[in-house]
């Protein structure tokens, strides 16, 4: 019986030692969470990629590492953690990362608890400007494996700020495309003439028959009236030939002759016109094999391909002159063709008179009615005055209103007046004479750069490009606003000391090649305002405050920028930033 008691005592002790430790277990169990909640702050600690967050190529990576410290994460717990994006206007919650035990089936990155973990929440959104002025804060929920519904919150934590978009601060430089004038300052006119000679001769002959055409003739007369003008002459040229049927030597030797007697008769005609003698430039050129040949390939003769393929046959000079000379026996045209190869050539250049540059200049002003359309559109590059540009280009629509030059051109100067909405008419008047003219798109390209309209600018840009434009510039401003900051600085090539290649070296992390460009480049509100960026990511307040000082000084507008500018956000609280932006 006593055997019996104990045993019956021993079975009630080990039930009630079981339920007590069934009971311990559940307690641990549950206060694992809780105590994961208490210490949520040392347990999971949050780094941004950036801080501030930033815009580029219009899209914001609000990209944050994530670690859990060793001995933090309870086996049967469950952590969700959801980025939230907060701006004055709302909110934006990003991807969430879900967080699992090691005794947890639900999906999600397991952690281990014996060990430090690191996790990334990664997400990249398109910007909207109402993300200027924002944070990223980081929500969770902690919960035991099925118990989601108890979940508990915990302490909403502010990671980083939003969010600097100067990757977006383009200077609107775009460069405008001017059709050419196609003026030519020095025209050279050029009259000629010729004198036959007979055959084997080279003494001047006015009766010969060649000489008595009225071609020939009127050739003469002209070159004598020429020479009278009164125009600046520049050279005489006097050339002479024999025709390819002799031997080498003795045509050589004729053709000086003839020379010899062109050159004579320009200094006569000369003399007796009391008009002063240019350079005179003779030259012999032996017998004209050349001028043969293309005579008789334009010839009627029916048998012209055989004669040329005999001639052309023969290995040396000599025979070739021999079949010629044969040929003259077989064929009595070609007698014809070699008749005006006899020559003495007179050509006479002048300088065609032009308007002085400021003759140009005035008259474009005051007369633009007596200039032709190139004249013209030169006399607008003779002036630095965008209005009187701009004047000179719109006399030039009224006087020749069927040329696309004069409204392309004006809409130009009006692009860099930052007249846009008339620059866009009279685009659209050029675009209609000369549909798809590279220099009209390429002015198309930048009105849609400045709308924003990039996918539209590139292609009008590539448009222009096809036609021999220049688009390299304008190509390299809109790579940046892409955040294409390699590509942007290939465009640039041959660019220096301009604002825009100091952003594409800013952002394509060469600090020291942007301060030195800025350095350089003529000063302006942009430049200044990037001067006092830099200053502030190197934590120079000196610097900053004086280049903002100046960037507001030649911008007023500037200092609304600034006050919202998260590149100086650890500057905002600074009584001297306040005295600045206020």
């Known amino acids: ?16 030692l079981l339920a007590v430790m069934l009971i311990t277990a559940g307690i641990f169990a549950s206060c694992g969470i809780p105590r994961m909640a208490r210490n949520y702050d040392e347990g999971i600690r949050y780094t941004p990629e950036t801080n501030p967050l930033e815009n ?14 060793e001995g933090y994460f309870h086996r049967n717990a469950v952590v969700e953690i959801t980025p939230v994006l907060k701006h004055a206007t709302g909110e934006m919650e990003l991807e969430t990362v879900t967080l699992r035990g090691s005794n947890t089936t639900t999906t999600g990155q397991m952690i281990e608890r014996g060990r430090r973990s690191m996790f990334a929440l990664e997400n990249v959104v398109d910007y909207d400007p109402d993300m200027l002025a924002s944070e990223l804060y980081i929500h969770a ?15 909403a934590r502010k990671v980083a ?3 600097i978009v ?48 009225d071609e020939a003739k009127q050739a003469i007369e002209d070159v004598t009236e020429f020479i009278q003008r009164g125009w600046e002459l520049k050279a005489v040229d006097v050339n002479a030939w024999a025709s390819p049927e002799g031997e080498v030597a003795f045509n050589l030797e004729l053709s000086e002759d003839r020379a010899s007697t062109g050159e004579g008769y320009i200094k006569n005609l000369f003399e007796d016109k009391e008009v002063a003698m240019p350079e005179l430039r003779v030259n012999a050129k032996g017998e004209d094999f050349d001028g043969f040949m293309a005579k008789l390939e334009v010839s009627d003769l029916p048998d012209k391909q055989a004669i040329a393929n005999v001639i052309n046959s023969q290995l040396g000079p000599a025979e070739r002159e021999q079949r010629i000379k044969d040929m003259t026996l077989i064929y009595g045209e070609i007698e014809k063709i070699l008749e005006p190869l006899r020559r003495a050539e007179i050509t006479v250049h002048a300088y065609e008179p032009k308007y002085t540059h400021e003759e140009l200049a005035t008259l474009a002003v005051e007369e633009p009615g007596k200039l032709d359309e190139k004249e013209l559109l030169f006399a607008a590059t003779l002036s630095d005055d965008k209005q009187v540009q701009l004047n000179i280009y719109l006399s030039a ?22 007249e ?16 798809g003219n590279g220099h009209v798109q390429n002015n198309l390209g930048v009105i849609a750069a400045w709308e924003y309209d990039d996918e539209n600018a590139v292609s009008l840009f590539q448009a222009a490009r096809a036609q021999g434009v220049d688009v390299s510039y304008n190509m390299g401003v809109i790579q940046i606003r892409s955040g294409d900051y390699p590509d942007a600085l290939s465009s640039f090539t041959g660019y220096t000391c301009k604002y825009n290649v100091a952003l594409a070296q800013l952002m394509n992390d060469n600090e020291s090649a942007a301060v030195n460009t800025l350095n350089c480049a003529p000063e302006c509100a942009h430049v200044a305002y990037l001067k006092a960026v830099i200053a502030a990511r190197n934590n120079e307040p000196a610097a900053l405050y004086s280049n903002l000082r100046r960037a507001i000084e030649l911008n007023s507008a500037i200092k609304e920028i600034a006050a919202e500018d998260r590149e100086f956000i650890q500057f905002f609280g600074q009584s001297e930033f306040q005295d600045i932006v206020l």
Do not use: C
Request: without cysteine; neutral net charge; aromatic residues 8%.
């Open 397 to 418: 629509q009224e006087l020749f209103p069927g040329s696309y030059k004069g409204f392309n051109n004006a809409a130009a100067i009006l692009l860099e007046m930052k």
């Open 1 to 16: 019986m006593i055997n019996q008691y104990k045993t019956r005592i021993m079975k009630n002790i080990n039930f009630r």
């Open 166 to 213: 100067t990757s977006q601060r383009v200077k609107k430089d775009h460069k405008v495309s001017i059709a050419p004038h196609e003026y030519e300052e020095e025209v050279i006119i050029s009259k000629t003439a010729n004198i036959y000679f007979a055959y084997m001769r080279h003494h001047l002959n006015w009766r010969l028959d060649l000489n008595q055409t």
């Open 161 to 163: 700020d939003g969010v």
């Open 56 to 69: 580029h190529g219009g899209q914001v990576a609000a990209n944050t590492e994530g670690v859990v410290s």
């Open 420 to 435: 846009t909405e008339e620059a866009a008419e009279h685009l659209e008047k050029a675009n209609q004479l000369a549909p």
């Open 141 to 155: 929920k902690i919960y035991r494996e099925g118990r989601g519904d108890r979940a508990t919150e915990l302490p």
